[in-house]
């Protein structure tokens, strides 16, 4: 179970509650809805047993229960009957077991040095699905696994944060899906922000920087507290000039485009060439250096086997990724 009224404690409960159901069910957070939802977790976070099927019970004692105190109280027993309609909607999906299900036990978080979400069966949307147009139309599957994977970040931060003693890291790989929202945006900058606080930090990838930092006060902020940049092949030079800007070098610079474009991890030489400057990179360290670095396999055949293989992939399709491994395009902090 993902139940964040389960899984977390405290005021952080009713935060990840919050900013999990509130894009999901496609409501404002200062709506009647939103508001009432916000003091039904509120008060579900206080009781008992705390729970999402908790939290439904709630909104329909809600809907049911006049409040003479309450000036607007018929729109908010209506709010709270709608509410109640969309979350045992969700429920009943086959993927909202994992926040409805009572009966699942609650994901464990101390019984490994390394954990690892697999979610290469989640329906996501694509970033162009994520823009403010096209989102109130977004299948529910998708936008279902868009803020689960917010949920599994959040949950990230408070097993790095838990243990001073011990260095965690976080890897959000892609992480476009996070920083599409803005609570997911604020989260990636409190464990940038607070990471080093608690002996922990976050790594972000991505093709393109404003992925990692959007173009917003908050994405300046989480692309200006990055203390390690690495910045591997682009084939455009408009993401490759996005690079140079992110390294604080000049974007317009024409040999540094034909670094980034040609140069690194070049595609048009010999393949044992091909294969001997694979993993070549630009990386700018703590003290704002900027040199040239290779990323080199591990000599573990178990190892080199997983990174040259794509999941589902058949033998013939694997000899091509392998061919290729080491040379993606992209941008990893």
Same mark, same amino acid.
């Given at each position: ?15 990840? &509650? ?9 409501i404002g957070s200062m709506s009647i809805e939103g508001i009432t939802l916000a003091e039904a977790i509120e008060a579900t976070r206080l009781g008992p047993t705390p729970s999402m099927t908790a939290l439904i019970d709630t909104l329909t004692e809600r ?35 994992? =926040? ?57 931060? $408070? ?14 790989? $892609? ?7 803005a609570e997911g945006s604020s989260l990636l900058l409190e464990m940038i922000a607070d990471g080093r606080k608690h002996n922990a930090g976050a790594f972000a990838g991505s093709h393109d920087p404003y992925d990692i930092g959007p173009k917003s006060e ?42 980034? &474009? ?34 080199? =396999? ?11 293989? &794509? ?23």
């Amino acid at each position: 179970s993902l139940d964040p009224l389960r899984v977390f404690r405290g005021p952080r409960a009713a935060r990840y &509650t919050e900013s999990f159901l509130t894009p999901l069910l496609d409501i404002g957070s200062m709506s009647i809805e939103g508001i009432t939802l916000a003091e039904a977790i509120e008060a579900t976070r206080l009781g008992p047993t705390p729970s999402m099927t908790a939290l439904i019970d709630t909104l329909t004692e809600r809907a049911r229960t006049a409040d003479p105190d309450e000036p607007n109280d018929a729109a908010v027993r209506a709010a709270a009957s709608e509410l109640v309609r969309k979350l045992r909607s969700l429920a009943k999906k086959d993927l909202g077991r994992v =926040i409805f299900d009572p009966s699942l036990p609650v994901v464990r978080i101390t019984a490994a040095d390394s954990i690892v979400f697999a979610v290469d069966r989640l329906g996501l949307p694509t970033k162009e699905e994520l823009s403010e147009h096209r989102l109130p139309s977004l299948e529910v599957e998708k936008r279902f696994g868009w803020r689960l994977m917010y949920l599994m970040t959040a949950l990230c931060r $408070e097993i790095a944060f838990a243990d001073p003693n011990e260095f965690a890291g976080v890897f959000l790989d $892609e992480c476009w899906w996070l920083t599409s929202s803005a609570e997911g945006s604020s989260l990636l900058l409190e464990m940038i922000a607070d990471g080093r606080k608690h002996n922990a930090g976050a790594f972000a990838g991505s093709h393109d920087p404003y992925d990692i930092g959007p173009k917003s006060e908050v994405g300046d902020k989480i692309r200006a507290l990055l203390s390690h940049i690495f910045v591997f092949r682009h084939r455009g030079k408009a993401l490759a000039a996005r690079c140079l800007e992110f390294l604080d070098l000049d974007p317009a610079d024409s040999e540094m485009l034909k670094a980034i &474009t040609e140069n690194l991890s070049p595609l048009n030489v010999s393949e044992a060439e091909r294969v001997l400057r694979a993993g070549e990179c630009l990386y700018r360290d703590l003290r704002k250096r900027i040199a040239g670095l290779k990323v080199l =396999i591990p000599a573990d055949e178990d190892v080199a086997a997983a990174i040259y293989t &794509t999941p589902g992939q058949s033998g013939e399709e694997d000899d091509e990724v392998a061919e290729l491994a080491g040379v993606a395009d992209g941008a990893l902090v």
